[in-house]
């Protein structure tokens, strides 16, 4: 027969695990447990409002007093949490000092900071606003206590007990919400990056854009990335194409030098080369694209890549216009 002690000692000691879930956390590093702030501020703000809600509740105004106190708590509440996200908002790293040979695929590009900036505008102007008017503040902080202290009606509430509610609610408002901003919100940000750069349509993108970028750092990204593409996701037309600009792009470079080096003008010339016809393979159509970009009577800058192989028999014959079908109703 179980013993019934044993039981009391399985039940306390589920309790004691249950109620330390509740209160920790792991850290996510391996070095244990850390305490969960969120309960702990949590519970600083329910203690806040059941005092509030314990002293308003009496007399003939009770639902009155305490709805006015509630909705003064908050406010209080969410101007503080409105602040602490201002003050947390996470900033993205700015990498436009990034080497050549670098692995990461946003060298010369950043994330949208508009939110950043606006934080940061806002956040100095509370602060500089905060410093010039500090020895006002404690008057306009008592001004408003006497206005709204009127709210509840007679008796009246004294201005101490408003300064305080705006006080307590207001310091956990800001805590709740710049260490949500600081440690979820950063996290979350840095999730959403990681999958949008895991996707093909964003190195895709990037090749693109890397191959309007100044010579010869732009194609040069443009080739890394996409050599990075085909490793990574398969073959891709789109990607080809762009290969080929680039090649190109780095065939017209590498002519141009004062002193041209024979054998790397050729890899550039036999890469673009069997790019454009790994790209027409995968879709017969890009030959009339490519084409457009290699036809000096056609192509304009800066949507002429292959302008600088137009005089190679190869290219010559690769993009020579294919007869045109006859109509067997016609001859006939």
Known sequence: MPDANDDKNKRSKSLQEMVSNFVWQNDGDGRGKEI?????????????LIVLAGYTFHGGTAWQATAIGLLIAGAALAAGILVGFLFGIPRARQQTNAPADSQSPTEPFAVNTNLEQISDWLTKIIVG??????????????????YLSGAFGTP????????SIISYFGIFGFLLGYLWARIYLTGE?????RMTK?????????????????????????????????????????????????YGQ?????????????????????NAFDAVGRAIQIDPEARSFLRGLWDRDVAK??????????????FKEKFKEEPAPRNSDSEQ
């Open 36 to 48: 969960k702030w969120n309960v702990y501020l949590g519970v600083a703000v329910a203690l806040g």
């Open 129 to 146: 606003v905060g410093l010039v008017q500090l020895a006002t503040i404690p008057g306009k902080l008592r001004g408003l206590a006497d």
């Open 156 to 163: 009246a509430v004294p201005g101490a007990l408003i300064v």
């Open 189 to 193: 940000f840095s999730r959403v990056e």
């Open 198 to 246: 895991d996707r093909p349509e964003y190195f895709e993108g990037l090749i693109h854009a890397y191959l309007y970028q100044p010579m010869p750092r732009g194609f040069e990204n443009a080739i890394r990335i996409g050599k990075q593409y085909n490793a990574r996701f398969g073959d891709n037309e789109r990607v080809w194409d762009y290969l080929a600009c680039a």
């Open 250 to 270: 780095q065939h017209a470079y590498r002519k141009r030098a004062a002193k041209p080096n024979d054998a790397e003008v050729k890899e550039s010339r036999d």
């Open 301 to 314: 800058p800066p949507e002429n890549d292959l302008t600088s192989l137009y005089d190679d028999p190869e």
